[in-house]
Nanobody, 126 residues
Framework: QVSLVESGGGSVQAGGSLKLSCATS????????MAWYRQAPGKELELVSS???????TFLHSVKGRFATSQDKDKKMLYLQMNNLKTEDTAVYYC????????????????????WGQGTQVTVSS
């Protein structure tokens, strides 16, 4: 059974840090690209970071230098370390796995990936 479950969200003051975890089941880290997305209230889904097996990791410009991703392939875990959080980082964060069309350009929508978690809320206050 395939599943992705995010955890680690919460409320933090601006300048603080959070580490999100994505526990996966049934996902092959050897063949699946992975990603983190977020959706702020009233806004569209936004690609935060993509982890591509061939081209490496990319980040949304506004989080570069503050966010980092990592994987524990033995534990089948994906992580998003978020430092120096800003109020504009407030959103529901989702992990995603396995591109629906590996060579297609990313659209920043749920059409990019086949598997999604349920999301975890991150709230950053000033």
């Amino acid at each position: 059974q395939v599943s992705l479950v995010e955890s680690g969200g919460g409320s933090v003051q601006a300048g603080g840090s959070l580490k999100l975890s994505c526990a996966t089941s049934g996902i092959s880290f050897q063949i699946c690209d992975m990603a983190w997305y977020r959706q702020a209230p009233g806004k569209e889904l936004e690609l935060v970071s993509s982890i591509n097996l061939t081209s490496g990791t990319t980040f949304l410009h506004s989080v570069k230098g503050r966010f980092a991703t990592s994987q524990d392939k033995d534990k089948k875990m994906l992580y998003l370390q978020m430092n120096n959080l800003k109020t504009e980082d407030t959103a529901v964060y989702y992990c995603a796995a396995c591109r629906l069309a590996a060579r297609a350009p990313m659209t920043g929508t749920r059409a990019d990936f086949a598997r999604w978690g349920q999301g975890t809320q991150v709230t950053v206050s000033s």
